[in-house]
């Protein structure tokens, strides 16, 4: 028997996991049928240290894994302009045709007192939905594998 290697077959086997994102419509369904910890990560197009977190972190087969079997992952475009229902509510972005246009659910979930929200923003949250910690800066894969690792 001859074992012929196509191209493309090659290629598949490499192809490498990513992130399961899910969407916040998504997640209020997940987590009543399965409670697990939640992360999200808040970006913009713009925002340089989160596409570089995209390429480094988010990539890292560690980061990968450990966000797939233990959290519910979210990622959020914080300009979109859609109206999000969570549980009984609706989020929206007011703010929308202005500058800094930041949707209500980042500026719910990741803001701090007597600082501005920045970017990049990163929430850990319980299998209850409240949140443990946040981080506002740019994590190379060691460094959220630290955090991620660290969450009860």
């Known amino acids: 028997m001859v074992n012929i290697m196509l191209p493309w077959s090659n290629a598949l086997a490499q192809e490498k996991k990513q992130v399961n994102w899910i969407s916040f419509e998504q997640l209020h369904d997940s987590l009543k049928a399965n409670p697990k910890k939640v992360f999200i990560d808040f970006y913009a197009d713009w925002c340089s240290p989160c596409l570089k977190m995209d390429e480094v972190a988010f990539k890292d087969p560690r980061v990968v894994e450990l966000l797939n079997k233990d959290f519910y992952a979210i990622k959020f475009n914080v300009e979109t302009t859609d109206t999000i229902v969570f549980g009984q509510q ?59 690792e660290k969450k009860p």
């Open 90 to 148: 609706s989020f929206s972005n007011p703010r929308a045709n202005r500058r800094n246009p930041v949707h209500e659910i980042p500026l719910l979930l990741a803001s701090r007192k007597e600082a501005p929200f920045t970017l990049p923003a990163l929430v850990l949250m319980d299998s209850t939905f409240t949140a443990q910690a946040r981080y506002f800066q740019y994590l190379d894969a060691e460094q959220l594998l630290g955090i991620l």
